[in-house]
């Protein structure tokens, strides 16, 4: 027999991602698609009643690290199971792609702290092109997009040399850049404080970012400093879009370290007056008051000039080592989080070369080397090979709230796609972000309606990405869903134990098939490539 539709969710009530009211309807699926929303009465192939339930657009997460490691797990689990069916990586400038004959095997080095062990790479992809092929092929359950890191292409045409680009390197980068935005990539993104981006002065970023105004494409900036600086590089990424026409994305807005606590206000009228200037820039942000990065980012930016076999080099000098400690205990204006924070609110995720140091503070963990602090901090990376990624308990609860209710801001995670049996100690956002905000911030805090929270993990993401056929509930639309309570949604993974799924998710549907029901995977992995359509 053949039915109208696919299936049939009956008497959800529906928060369309606009941020206007809810009301109750029938959502009628065919071919992936919404294809109508109303009073239903025709048959289907499958019919679910939600009694009530919330349904949403699937959650868009456009800033994470999925590129990183999808090939490991494909089916996302700790993504799909927040109810997130869209996942846009390629962030803070270390993209996975594109590649070269000669960046492959230090772009591997790099980025190995952020890779999932034991997984066989192949590294046989060069462009965005053939990494999306290489990932689609051996299915996934969210649908994925990408962005193109600057700090990878400068990767590939210059290495980790510190120097300015020539105009050759720049037309090169330029050519990689337009190469990607042909094949379906949403913008570029910048990791200021990461080695090689850190190299890069306003100028090269601007005359790389020019690039994207006739795809209509993104510059997302991890900006140069977080802290002592944050307005002054809210400033230069602003000047950068300004002068490139690029759209403008400051990624997880924040103010690090106690004394910077409350620039964030500061830091959101800059982009309002930018808007009112033009440039349309927006924010995002991640509901934790700690963030997560690689423990190379402790150090000043010079010392990953030449790569990282060059850093261990440095860290093993005497002299250099004495060079070292006086930067990081001066003024300068790179991102100084042990001067900040010092090494006690730093604690350790994870740390492939020797895992009990994994839940660690850096600080306990230099206890155990008696004598100078800094001293015992170059023997420990000496040791792990500079290979860990670290948390830093870094913000203030108040500016997380400022930032996640502006109008401006959409939330992101900022994480990885893991698993529990990956083990170590990594940020929670991978496990909770989405059930966090809705639970802790929207139900409880009563920091935002619930009509507009959704829009600020849905239609908002979306429209910032350039995403036209996701993120409402809206005839034509695929068919990424997610059913939910708000009386009972909730994350539960903490940073002592964050491989723990959250509650109160029910049904998730990506492309118009379930990948989650009950609460449970389905086994099915029904995702996509996402790709932006240019507008040249």
């Not at 962005?147 to 210059?158: N, S, Y």
């Not at 370290?257 to 206000?265: E, T």
């Not at 972000?433 to 639970?439: A, D, I, K, N, W």
Request: with cysteine.
């Amino acid at each position: 027999m053949e039915h109208s539709f696919d299936v049939i969710l009956k008497g959800g009530r529906i928060l369309d991602g606009t941020g206007n009211p809810s009301y109750v309807a029938d959502i009628g699926i065919r071919d992936g698609e919404i294809a109508r929303i109303g009073h239903i009465h025709d048959e289907a192939g499958e019919t679910t009643d939600l009694c009530g339930q919330v349904v949403a657009p699937g959650f868009i997460d456009i800033h994470n690290h999925c590129d990183h490691t999808i090939q490991a797990y494909p089916d996302a689990e700790n993504y799909i199971r927040q109810g997130v069916t869209t996942l846009i990586g390629g962030n803070c400038g270390i993209s996975m792609m594109p590649l070269t004959a000669d960046s492959a095997a230090p772009a591997r080095q790099y980025l190995s702290p952020f890779l999932a062990p034991g997984c066989d790479y192949g590294w046989d992809w060069r462009n965005v092109g053939g990494f999306a092929e290489k990932v689609e092929a051996q299915g996934i359950t969210p649908n994925l997009g990408f962005l193109v890191g600057h700090g990878t292409l400068r990767l590939a045409v210059k290495g980790f040399a510190g120097t300015a680009l020539t105009p050759g390197e720049m037309d090169t980068m330029k050519a990689l850049l337009a190469e990607a935005m042909e094949e379906g990539a949403f913008g570029l993104s910048a990791g200021l404080i990461y080695a090689p981006g850190s190299y890069a002065d306003t100028a090269e970023l601007s005359g790389i970012a020019s690039l994207l105004k006739a795809y209509d494409g993104l510059f997302a900036v991890h900006v140069r400093n977080e802290s002592t600086m944050l307005n002054e590089s809210i400033e230069e990424a602003v000047r950068v879009a300004g002068e490139s026409g690029a759209n403008l994305e400051i990624s997880h807005l924040k103010a690090g370290g106690r004394p910077n606590w409350g620039k964030v206000h500061g830091a959101l009228a800059i982009l309002e007056e930018a808007r009112e200037q033009g440039i349309n820039a927006t924010c995002d942000a991640y509901p934790y008051p700690a963030g997560m990065t690689t423990i190379t980012a402790l150090l000043p930016p010079g010392v990953l000039e030449g790569g990282v076999d060059r850093m261990l080099e440095r860290l093993g000098d005497r002299d250099s080592r004495q060079a070292i400690t006086r930067e990081l205990q001066g003024t300068a204006g790179f991102e100084n989080w042990i001067r900040n924070l010092g090494f006690e609110n730093i604690t350790i995720a994870g740390c492939p070369p020797a895992p009990r140091y994994e839940g660690m503070r850096l600080a306990d963990i230099l206890a155990e080397r008696p004598g100078d602090p800094y001293e015992a901090f170059f023997d420990w990376m000496l040791e792990i090979g500079g290979d860990a990624t670290m948390v830093l308990f870094s913000l203030y609860e108040g500016d997380v709230e400022t930032v996640l209710a502006h109008p401006l801001s959409c939330v992101i995670s900022d994480g990885w796609i893991t698993s529990p049996r990956t083990g170590g100690r990594p940020h929670p956002r991978g496990y909770g972000t989405y059930p966090r905000f809705l639970g802790r911030y929207v139900r409880e805090r009563r920091l935002l309606r619930l009509e507009e929270a959704v829009r600020k993990i849905t239609s908002l993401p979306a429209r910032i990405m350039g995403i036209t056929d996701r993120g409402m509930v809206r005839e034509g639309y695929r068919a990424d869903l997610v059913t939910f309570d708000p009386a009972a949604i909730r994350d539960t993974a903490t940073f002592d134990d964050p491989h723990r799924f959250p509650e109160g998710i029910d049904l998730v549907m990506v492309n118009g098939t379930a990948a989650v029901r009950r609460g449970e995977l389905t086994g099915a992995r029904p995702g996509q490539i996402v790709r932006r359509r240019n507008r040249r």
